[in-house]
């Protein structure tokens, strides 16, 4: 099957600095990329997606870059809060897969006071 | 409120015992999915239904059957569990037409 790694499986950040967490993936037919946020005990959570046909997209606080060429994508976070201490992950759709969405192993973002 | 919600959120159980674990949606979507999280986070499909229809079956056990009575509901039992079941497990929902889930807050199973 597909696969999608993270380079960093954790990073620790001070707060009021941008956080950077960068995943690979290996389908380059994928077309559609969401990045989840997992905090301790509950599910993962929508942050923001990108289609195959932009290179970034942002939103409140967070951009998402991807590089088809090295098939790698990557969520910006501005302004690190404790509140965003989490697990975060990565996940593909190919295009034949609506619904089907193969995730990375997550990267643990510790925010330091 | 409008959510996927799992039932129980902790189960702890022998190895060997039949469990079921349930998950409802009241978000109107049309598929359901069941995740497995392991102790490394990582998160891997089992299975998905489409208006009550099994759409993604992937490489697990038969010991694993799901059962979706209606699309606002799907119910995942295990038999003879084993010490490797032990995980948290996700379900999660979508509509048809959309991307990305919303997904449940997890069940941590433990076998023992």
């Known amino acids: 099957g597909e696969s999608v790694g993270l380079h960093l499986p954790t990073l620790s950040v001070q707060e009021g600095d941008n956080s950077i967490i960068n995943c690979a993936y290996s389908?380059?037919?994928?077309?559609?990329f969401i990045w989840y946020k997992q905090e301790s005990g509950k599910g993962p959570q929508f942050i923001i997606d990108?289609?195959?046909?932009?290179d970034k997209r942002q939103g409140q606080r967070v951009t998402v870059l991807l590089n088809k060429t090295v098939k790698h994508l990557s969520l910006q976070i501005a302004a690190t809060q404790p509140g965003d201490s989490a697990v975060y992950f990565c996940?593909?759709?190919?295009?034949?897969?609506?619904?089907?969405?193969?995730f990375g192993s997550g990267t643990k973002l510790n925010v330091k006071p | 409120d409008t959510a996927v919600s799992q039932t129980p959120k902790y189960l702890v159980t022998q190895m060997g015992n039949d469990k079921s674990i349930k998950c409802e949606q009241n978000?109107?979507?049309?598929?359901m999915y069941w995740y497995k999280q392991d102790s490394k986070k990582f998160l891997k499909i089992m299975f998905s239904?489409?208006?009550?229809?099994?759409?993604i079956n992937e490489t697990v056990p038969n010991r694993f059957s799901p059962k979706s009575p209606d699309k606002a509901h799907l119910n995942l039992h295990i038999n003879s569990l084993e010490l490797g079941d032990s995980a948290v497990y996700f379900c999660?929902?979508?509509?048809?037409?959309?991307?990305?889930?919303?997904f449940g807050s997890g069940t941590r199973l433990t076998v023992v």
């Open positions: 999660a929902s979508s509509r048809t037409g959309t991307y990305g889930y919303t």
């Open positions: 389908n380059s037919a994928s077309d559609y």
């Open positions: 990108i289609r195959s046909n932009m």
């Open positions: 996940a593909e759709n190919g295009p034949a897969n609506f619904n089907k969405f193969y």
């Open positions: 978000l109107g979507h049309d598929t």
């Open positions: 239904y489409n208006n009550k229809e099994l759409i």
